[in-house]
């Protein structure tokens, strides 16, 4: 598979709705976002575009309308970004970045369990 780019905070949106729906319109999308996010259709339509350039997304044209589909899985996704996260920040020590959560959130015991 290609090389794929990071996510910014609206693509993740995006992608979090497709994950969770399967597939999706602009118009889906649009309507989705959380009121934070919220942003004019043409601008989701264009982020949707560049998720696709990102190999991120698929786009299949059913009629006038196109159906966005995930390309790559969320889990694939969280896992790579972040490795890309503790790479940048801890110098791809997943120890350091657990030493910094654990001395910074307030951990105890109980949290460590899944």
């Given at each position: 598979?290609?090389?794929?780019?990071?996510?910014?905070?609206?693509?993740?949106?995006?992608?979090?709705?497709?994950?969770?729906?399967?597939?999706?319109?602009?118009?889906d999308v649009h309507?989705?976002?959380?009121?934070?996010?919220?942003?004019?259709?043409?601008?989701?339509?264009?982020?949707?575009?560049?998720?696709?350039?990102?190999?991120?997304?698929?786009?299949?044209?059913?009629?006038?309308?196109?159906?966005?589909?995930?390309?790559?899985?969320?889990?694939?996704?969280?896992?790579?970004?972040?490795?890309?996260?503790?790479?940048?920040?801890?110098?791809?020590?997943?120890?350091?970045?657990?030493?910094?959560?654990?001395?910074?959130?307030?951990?105890?015991?109980?949290?460590?369990?899944?």
């Open positions: 598979m290609p090389k794929v780019e990071t996510l910014t905070k609206l693509e993740w949106e995006i992608m979090k709705h497709i994950w969770k729906n399967g597939q999706a319109t602009v118009r309507a989705a976002l959380p009121p934070d996010q919220s942003r004019a259709y043409t601008t989701i339509q264009t982020y949707m575009e560049r998720l696709v350039d990102k190999n991120y997304l698929t786009k299949k044209k059913i009629g006038l309308v196109n159906f966005y589909s995930a390309k790559v899985k969320e889990a694939e996704t969280l896992k790579r970004e972040t490795s890309h996260f503790v790479k940048r920040a801890f110098d791809g020590s997943f120890s350091k970045l657990a030493a910094f959560l654990f001395d910074t959130q307030n951990f105890n015991a109980g949290d460590l369990e899944t």
